[in-house]
């Protein structure tokens, strides 16, 4: 796999946490759980920390599509 498979790979992550994190978080306030909630924040540091790897790989995936047709 090249740069630009990782970059698939990783680019979304950063878009789905967020959201699984605010799921959980809805969730410990429901079950008024500081675990859950604390788990939640996990969660939210775990999508920010994969911004590192997605934003890394980007450059290799450009170079890796700018010379394909049509692109």
């Not at 090249?2 to 429901?30: D, E, K, R, S, T």
């Amino acid at each position: 796999m090249n740069q630009a498979h990782f970059h698939l790979v990783l680019n979304h992550l950063p878009i789905i946490f967020p959201f699984i994190g605010l799921l959980v978080m809805i969730i410990g306030i429901a079950f008024k759980s500081a675990s859950i909630q604390r788990t939640s924040f996990y969660i939210y540091v775990l999508g920010a920390l994969f911004t590192i790897p997605a934003f890394a790989t980007g450059e290799g995936a450009e170079e890796a599509i700018e010379h394909l047709p049509g692109v």
